[in-house]
């Protein structure tokens, strides 16, 4: 009698790998955007930023947020994760991996307030990509370039970030229905309180000194600071 077990296991692995690649083909890639030169929001450089405070004013927290890892402190400098979320373009998130960290922010939001409502995400992500401290240490280190989207551990896109310094932002609404506008009422996907949304890094922009992935900024459109 014939051995089936080979036969068995390639076709157990080609049926992995086409679930596998039709899965990554039937996700959209979402394009992250900056303002133009010619918009009152655009700022020239990081310290114009920094001295802002629009961009603060539309900004809040996604969530509780969570980080796959951190890079250990250099002397008094720390890379938590709640730098995201800070308001400082001095400070940062850094991971130790780079490709395959990620951000999970869980929705925190009371009972009683319907998704998409006041101070609540609806959907436009809010990003200053990298090390902002300066453009020397921006420079320096590496960014974000490609990011899988997560929603409860189920892949819903890919947000391709700009490699720049300047404030971008990006909009997922599209997959959540969104019932205080009445918008997107066919969308796959409800949130609630206690869901997450997970963002893993995917690829990079090399550094021109450092590995390591820094993101300053990842808030949602909303009541600001």
């Known amino acids: 009698m014939k051995c089936t077990y080979p036969v068995r296991l390639i076709g157990f692995f080609m049926f992995l790998l086409i679930t596998t690649t039709v899965q990554a083909a039937v996700l959209d890639t979402i394009q992250a955007q900056t303002f133009d030169k010619s918009s009152d929001n655009y700022e020239p450089n990081i310290d114009a930023y920094k001295n802002s405070e629009l961009w603060g004013d539309w900004s809040m927290p996604i969530g509780d947020p969570k980080a796959s890892s951190v890079l250990n402190p250099a ?33 925190n939001f009371p009972e009683n307030t319907a998704y998409a409502g006041a101070y609540q995400f609806y959907g436009i992500c809010n990003v200053f990509n990298g090390y ?61 309180e206690g869901d997450v949304l997970k963002f893993e890094i995917v690829s990079v922009y090399k550094g021109s000194k450092y590995k390591d992935v820094a993101i300053s900024e990842f808030l949602c459109e909303g009541a600001g600071n």
């Open 75 to 107: 002397g008094d400098i720390t890379y938590g994760v709640k730098n995201i979320e800070d308001y400082d373009l001095n400070t940062a998130w850094v991971g130790k991996k780079g490709i395959g960290d990620y951000l999970e922010f869980t929705f």
């Open 132 to 192: 902002c401290k300066s453009l020397k240490i921006w420079q320096a280190n590496s960014r974000v370039k490609l990011l899988k989207v997560y929603y409860n551990n189920t892949p819903i896109c890919y947000v391709l970030l700009k490699n720049t310094w300047q404030f971008q932002f990006f909009d997922i609404g599209k997959y959540f229905i969104n019932r205080r506008d009445h918008k997107y009422m066919n969308a796959p996907y409800e949130i609630k």
